[in-house]
């Protein structure tokens, strides 16, 4: 018996294959089914001219050979799968089973006959298995994705990756139960390759949980940096304790410059180079004198001892922590020209002109601390001012500068000062501990005046500087005016107050006071003026005046009138009296004063009295009824920016229309029922409705007296807290409602 096939069987036995392979795809067509993985109208199956069987498509086929396919089995029993959406594994591995049975059939079977009826056994499985595959549906992450598979069939199944097991549909998905069988791809025996050109690879083989792929490393010694770079050919790794060569120059690094340089060369320098020094080594190039601040030119640097020369004369000024002078002493100052003075002469400096002059700065500081400084001014009239300023340091900063400032002894006959200062102020810069205050004056000179530090705290010095450093200004910022003072004995200025000490105490000299002569026959005080201006009105301005006409008004500035109609006014002859226009004494006639709605005679007073000279029924205030309501009254305790309405604790003293006179607080005298009444005929008395007393009483007297406690025990004490009453006895006193009651003798 032959135990080998021929070409021929070989062939015949393929053709079987491929005529079962198209009936079943024949089948699947005419079942409709949608997931058979032959199903598809553009592929077909076939024995290509090298005899191998092909599943391809339709427009890959030509003249029996195909430039693509999804399967293909070699004469040689070779296996190649390209599409695993048309054949998946399952399939694959029955496709190899049935090579390998071709192949024993071909040792072990002598006759082409029950070669080929084990062939078609095979076939019926490959069947079967196909059949299998027409309902398997795939493997899937969650349960859920499996129960939402859409065209669900009976029959079809799926693999859960959650479960580990086998999905089962009929009607509806459930777990089978069953596990889910291992990939059955066999595991490679082969060395894994190293890492190289990337490739999908063409091994049907899984590998192994343990395989270790070769070292892909480089034995080769690492280049150099470059200044370029290079992104690199090889396919190897690096090792992780590689070195590179030193990339490092020899030569001697080159000088600093003025413009620097990015540089060329591609080299590190190493951490211990040095560059050569970069000085000036021509002894002829010495520093130069000090002179106008400049940022200079030279690419050098100075060396660390050199020198500039000495320069023995400078226009300029000079700033430095100390100046010395050979032979001085610590009890000298250096002048300008080279002579010394003693530290106890003066400082002093003269101005001309007129203009600001700063006398000195006071600068910032956080802590307590008030020195104090006196100036005094001199003038070519040999008249003195003295001003004294002391600054008040607190934690927060400088709060204000508090100074003395007085009057020149002596003052033109316009009474100004015609050379001297004439205003004394101090604005600042910044705000808290930051503050820097300045103290002004403001000259008023046409000739020079001389200011002297006089006097100097000997204590916190650094928080007055720059005393007298600056030149006469034309214009500050505007501050704080610190008054002028005029003579202590006669009064004058006192800090912010105007004080004057009359030398006369006879009113006959008319000079006990303060004079304000008369310019065009008018005079005037003003109150609540602008203090930045002498001739100008603002809100709230008051002033008295003693008018042309001889008339003296009192009124707001802003509403003054010719004919006195608005304000107080006293005649020529001060026999007249009117406010408003309106007339409230006369000497010389007899008049009714007229008041308002709102006013007592058109006044409203702090206090009234009354002295009465008469005795028939006005021996005091009389107030008539209201023309409105008809009431009368008095109103305790009312609103004092009001005169109507009443307001909490307001008591009322009322004649009603009715004739009733009513005592209650806010406007119980509204109400019948609140307060105290007495009757239009003055018979009842009551109390928050209840008649209290006179006829009608129904507690109490109805004979005019008054039963306090309404027919109840009357009580005392601090123990009388109760409504019993009597007598007891606490066995050594006889008591009245816890009080002892004491005896004493009566006399005859």
Known sequence: MNSSLSQQQIRTVRQLITNDIAYYIQYSKRGGSSSGMMSNEEYQLFIDNNNALVYAANNQIIDGMASDYALKIEPNGLLTIKNLKVINFDFVAQINQLINQVNLLQQSIGTTEQDITDIKNDIDTINQELSRQIHFRGYYLLNTDIQNLPNSANGDFAFSAESGTVWMYDQNWYNSGDIVPDQVTPASDATPLSDGTA???ISTEYSRGDHVHPLNITTTIP??????????????????????????????PPQDSADGSVGTTN????NDHSHPINVETNASNIPVVDGVGANGTSAFYARQDHVHPQQLTYDGNVTATKFIKTGGTASEVLCANGDTTTIDSKLSRTYTGSGWIRLCVFPAGNSVGNPFIEFKIYTSYNSVQTIRLQPNYTENGITNVYGVFNAPTYIGTQYVIENGARS?????????TSAIYNAYIQLESVGSITIVVTDKSTYFTNRITEILTQDVVTGVSSGTVIPIQCNYVYGGFMQNTLQVNP????????????????????????LACSNTAINTVQAGQWEISKTSDN????????????????????NGDSTKITFNNNELVNVGTDQTITGSSDSFAGVKCGAIQINPNDHDYNEGLRISRSTVGNYSGIFLGCESNSTSGTIPYQWCIVNTPTGELRIGVDDQ?????KGLIISADGNTLSFNGSVIAGTGATNGASNGSVNYSAGNPILWGVNSVGNEGGFFSSGANICWRAHPLTQQAVPP
């Open 223 to 252: 280049i150099s940096d470059s200044a370029s770079g290079s992104a690199g050919t090889a396919n190897y790794y690096a090792r992780n304790d590689h070195s590179h060569p030193l990339n490092i120059t020899t030569t001697i």
């Open 503 to 526: 030398t006369d105490r006879s009113k006959s000299s008319f000079n006990n006071g303060i004079r304000i002569g008369n310019f065009n026959n008018e005079s005037a005080l003003y």
């Open 551 to 570: 008339v003296l008004t009192i009124n707001p500035s802003s509403l003054r009138k010719a004919d006195h109609s608005v304000g107080l006014s006293i």
């Open 424 to 432: 004394l102020f101090h604005n600042h810069s910044g705000s808290g």
């Open 267 to 270: 080299y590190y320098a190493r």
């Open 669 to 673: 005298i509204l109400q019948s029922n």
């Open 199 to 201: 490739n999908a690879g």
